[in-house]
């Protein structure tokens, strides 16, 4: 019987550690994740080699060679302004909403900003990002749904979460994120928006 409960005993110990393996094996999605927003030789914010900047002609060869992206289509005027979309191979990262388009939107003939539809939910994205500089939730951008957007900047990195939120639900964290890569946030800049910053009154006071 002693041998039995032993036997027992040794079941919970064995798969808690067959766990531990497991969790240990994963990648470091921080780290990853933040390996993919940066490039040698590519300014930040960066992904698949696109930044602010980079002329049309420049973004168009890099998306149509690359190895997640299906097709492009130029929408700008004469490459001087307007969007860029692309649409996602199947073999694109799990992360990423491939059910919807990327979108770069390009002024004065450069790159002016870009975005990606993520499958991550906005608590995932502040684990693996860390908390924002500023966290907003903007209740003059409303569907008319009782539907606000919230924006999460990170300064350094320039780079805008984005993700819709029904007040009413109480929970905040998970609805599908959009990652927007912008120029570099100055401290000018982020201080103009520190009045913005109102995310949890907002959030427990709309309607």
Not at 79 to 97: M, S
Not at 127 to 150: A, C, F, R, V, W
């Amino acid at each position: 019987m002693s041998r039995l409960y032993l036997r027992l005993a040794l079941i919970p110990v064995v798969l808690f550690s067959l766990t531990l393996m497991l969790v240990r094996a994963q990648p470091d999605g921080d780290r990853s994740l933040r390996q993919l927003f940066t490039s040698e030789g590519c300014p930040a914010p960066c992904f698949m080699g696109i930044h602010p900047g980079m002329t049309v002609p420049e973004v168009l060869r890099l998306l149509r060679g690359h190895e997640w992206v299906e097709s492009v289509d130029n929408r700008t005027i004469q490459n001087t302004g307007g969007y860029i979309y692309w649409h996602w191979k199947p073999t694109a990262p799990a992360w990423i909403d491939t059910a919807r388009r990327g979108t770069i939107w390009i002024s004065n003939r450069t790159v002016d900003q870009f975005w990606v539809d993520t499958r991550y939910a906005l608590g995932e994205w502040i684990i693996q990002l860390g908390q924002p500089d500023i966290n907003i939730m903007d209740d003059k951008i409303d569907t008319g749904h009782g539907i606000y957007q919230y924006r999460g900047v990170h300064a350094a990195e320039g780079l805008v979460v984005t993700s819709w939120q029904r007040c009413t639900t109480g929970d905040p964290y998970h609805g599908r994120v959009t990652i927007k890569f912008r120029s570099l946030i100055s401290e000018a800049e982020l201080s103009s928006m520190m009045y913005l910053d109102q995310w949890a009154y907002r959030f427990n006071h709309c309607s």
